[in-house]
């Protein structure tokens, strides 16, 4: 069975693509089949595995728009179990090209379906808006992850997000479910980071993981390496809390069947 998690979240500089790059690393570090899918315009999930967009002959732009097969859109990476659908700018014109597609909303999900019996996780990384890309990821997903910093409007956010995955669900995706929140960039010597974090906690319950993610040097200079944090320093907290956070996320599914 492959698990579809979309990580969305509309406020811009939560950690999606953080979370996306290092939950799809940990999990294939678990050796579980991964797919990551780059649905961002900026490409920063692509760099963030080793590849440059620029020098990419096809990217999920084609795939979406039905001018390429996804196995010629499939690249490898360092790890042996994850493999990337990766984005180029290209992707920024594919909002307005879908305007003419009866199934706009529909292409992500169509476009997955060759890849569903090939990997145990997928995990696709959403731009920090509700166009039609975030919107497409959303129907194709079996569950939603969502990245909440701890913050002043961190609440108000999560109301607009959550109502999204609401809207989603009545009109085109009946089965889309809320995966959990994460809390990240989590300082614990911020009283307002403490005070939000218990708040979400609070009304939201188990739906919150137990694993928050910490502010750390050493996971926001990975991605100028072009390598997920675990590959640039598995001993720094970064890297330990997101191979617990895949380790929380495969414990729930177990559970759960």
Do not use: W
Not at 231 to 257: F, M, N, P, V
């Amino acid at each position: 069975m492959n698990n579809v998690i979309c990580i969305a979240n509309q406020k811009g500089g939560v950690g999606k693509t953080t979370t996306a790059v290092n939950l799809a690393a940990s999990l294939a570090a678990a050796e579980y089949p991964t797919l990551l899918v780059d649905c961002d315009p900026q490409a920063n999930a692509t760099s963030g595995v080793g590849l440059d967009p620029k020098e990419l002959d096809a990217s999920i732009y084609e795939l979406l728009i039905g001018s390429a097969a996804g196995n010629g859109v499939l690249q490898e990476t360092a790890l042996e179990h994850l493999k990337l659908l990766p984005a180029t700018i290209d992707l920024i014109g594919a909002e307005v090209e879908f305007v003419s597609f009866n199934d706009r909303h529909l292409r992500l999900r169509t476009a997955l379906s060759e890849f569903r019996d090939q990997y145990r996780y997928t995990i696709i990384d959403c731009p920090p808006s509700l166009g039609l890309l975030t919107l497409n990821a959303l129907a194709a997903a079996d569950s939603v992850l969502v990245p909440l910093q701890c913050e002043y409007y961190a609440l108000e956010g999560l109301s607009q997000i959550l109502a999204t995955i609401q809207r989603v669900k009545s009109s085109f995706n009946q089965n889309l479910s809320v995966e959990g929140i994460l809390l990240t960039m989590f300082d614990t010597r911020n009283n307002l980071c403490r005070q939000v974090a218990a708040d979400v906690r609070a009304y939201f319950g188990s739906q919150v993981f137990k694993t928050p993610i910490p502010r750390n040097v050493r996971l926001s200079e990975s991605p100028s390496f072009g390598q997920p944090v675990l590959l640039y320093d598995i001993r720094s907290k970064g890297a330990q809390s997101y191979l617990s956070l895949a380790q929380e996320l495969i414990t729930r599914h177990k559970e759960a069947k």
